[in-house]
Structure formats: structure tokens, C-alpha cells
């Protein structure tokens, strides 16, 4: 898999092109910060009297490899996709290294500190399912009634799993089937593939 980078962080990125390699690595720390504790413009403003270049310019930057480094964390993209990421750029081979040994050096505590931003919900673990038909009773005589009997097992973070006991029909459970793979379907459309990008 590889992250699309848009426009804006295309250029930016590019720009690292015209730098040295020790500024890149300055570049690649602040970034480090800014996804640790967020933006500090005082540090941008030393960096534009430092390096010389502006300080919204720098600030821009820092937010293209913000971006880069938080969404392939997120992915835990390998050595391979990181640079397939960083081919359409066509920067060269030392820059790129000093991106990607800066990323996967950080990599797991960029991780860990973007999942304290996230909401911890409940995820899907395990679930259980059991069809119960009672066949005939007194007063029906021979009428079939399934009923599906379900146990949906969730966890949320490092918590003990919670069970969920659910009961339904086959017509429900059936619309419930297809209300999902519509959503599903729904989610995959490029509009709210680009929505979803700018949510997380």
C-alpha cells in the first residue's frame, strides 16, 4: 500500500531537494515535535532566522512531513511502500533515506502518540452465532419460527472483552446484511475516500 500525498505536499516535500542533509534532519526533529507535543511557532520563527528561509514556508514543510510520517505510521507501512510513496516526488536517493530512517527509527512512538488522539470505541473480537427453530407448539400446530441467537464479543483498548447477546429474525438479520454492504460500498466511493483522508 501507498499514501497519496496531495498537491501541496508534493511541492513541500520536493523543496527538500534545494536542502542539505543536515537541514532535512532539523526539518525531520521538528516534525518529530510537532507530532509529540504540536505546532510551535517559536520554533519556526528560530528556524526561519536560522536557515534563512521563511517561516510559513518552513511551517509548511514541517506539516508535509508531519503528514507523511503520521499517515504511514498509521498504515505501519514497510521499507518498500514508504519509498513507492516517495517515487512520483523523484527525490534523490539520500534524501529519501534520511526520510525513512527518520520515520521508522520513530515509528512506534509516532504510532502510540497518535492513538491518544483517537476515541477509544469499542472493536469487533469475535462473534457467535446459533439458529434456534421451534417447529410446532400446541395451539399453531406445524409453523416454523427461526431465530438466530448472537454473541458479539468486543474489546476496547487493553479492557477485558464484553459480550453482547443479540436475538433476531432472518428478514431482519437480512436487512441488517444488506444495510452494511450498502455502507460498505458506500465508504469506498472516491468522494468519501477523500473525506475519510481528511477526517483521520
Same mark, same amino acid.
Given at each position: 500500500?501507498?499514501?497519496?500525498? &496531495?498537491?501541496?505536499?508534493?511541492?513541500?516535500?520536493?523543496?527538500?531537494?534545494?536542502?542539505?542533509?543536515?537541514?532535512?534532519?532539523?526539518?525531520? =526533529?521538528?516534525? %518529530?515535535?510537532?507530532?509529540?507535543?504540536? +505546532?510551535? =511557532?517559536?520554533?519556526?520563527?528560530?528556524? +526561519?532566522?536560522?536557515?534563512?528561509?521563511?517561516? &510559513?514556508?518552513?511551517?509548511?514543510?514541517?506539516?508535509?512531513?508531519?503528514?507523511?510520517?503520521?499517515? $504511514?505510521?498509521?498504515?505501519?507501512?514497510?521499507? /518498500? &511502500?514508504?519509498?513507492?510513496?516517495?517515487?512520483?516526488?523523484?527525490?534523490?536517493?539520500?534524501?529519501?533515506?534520511?526520510?525513512?530512517?527518520?520515520?521508522? &527509527? /520513530?515509528?512506534?512512538?509516532?504510532? /502510540?502518540?497518535?492513538?491518544?488522539?483517537?476515541?477509544?470505541?469499542?472493536?469487533?473480537?469475535?462473534?457467535?452465532?446459533?439458529?434456534?427453530?421451534?417447529?410446532?407448539?400446541?395451539?399453531?400446530? +406445524?409453523?416454523?419460527?427461526?431465530?438466530?441467537? %448472537? =454473541?458479539?464479543?468486543?474489546? $476496547?483498548? +487493553?479492557?477485558?472483552?464484553?459480550?453482547?447477546?443479540?436475538?433476531?429474525?432472518? /428478514?431482519?438479520?437480512?436487512? %441488517? $446484511?444488506?444495510?452494511?454492504?450498502?455502507?460498505?460500498?458506500?465508504?469506498?466511493?472516491?468522494?468519501?475516500?477523500?473525506?475519510?483522508?481528511?477526517?483521520?
Amino acid at each position: 500500500m501507498i499514501i497519496e500525498l &496531495d498537491n501541496t505536499h508534493k511541492q513541500d516535500l520536493s523543496s527538500l531537494r534545494s536542502l542539505s542533509a543536515e537541514i532535512i534532519n532539523e526539518f525531520c =526533529k521538528i516534525a %518529530l515535535e510537532f507530532i509529540k507535543k504540536g +505546532s510551535n =511557532k517559536k520554533l519556526y520563527i528560530g528556524a +526561519s532566522q536560522k536557515l534563512n528561509i521563511a517561516a &510559513d514556508k518552513i511551517e509548511s514543510l514541517v506539516d508535509s512531513i508531519t503528514y507523511l510520517f503520521s499517515e $504511514c505510521s498509521r498504515f505501519m507501512l514497510n521499507e /518498500n &511502500d514508504f519509498n513507492d510513496t516517495l517515487a512520483p516526488i523523484k527525490l534523490n536517493d539520500e534524501i529519501v533515506e534520511i526520510l525513512r530512517e527518520s520515520y521508522f &527509527d /520513530n515509528r512506534k512512538e509516532i504510532r /502510540n502518540t497518535l492513538q491518544e488522539f483517537y476515541p477509544h470505541l469499542d472493536h469487533y473480537q469475535n462473534l457467535e452465532w446459533r439458529l434456534d427453530t421451534q417447529i410446532a407448539n400446541r395451539s399453531l400446530g +406445524s409453523s416454523i419460527n427461526p431465530i438466530y441467537l %448472537l =454473541k458479539l464479543i468486543t474489546k $476496547c483498548g +487493553s479492557d477485558k472483552p464484553i459480550e453482547h447477546l443479540l436475538q433476531t429474525d432472518p /428478514n431482519n438479520l437480512k436487512h %441488517l $446484511c444488506n444495510e452494511l454492504e450498502s455502507a460498505l460500498n458506500e465508504i469506498r466511493t472516491y468522494e468519501n475516500r477523500l473525506i475519510i483522508r481528511n477526517i483521520k
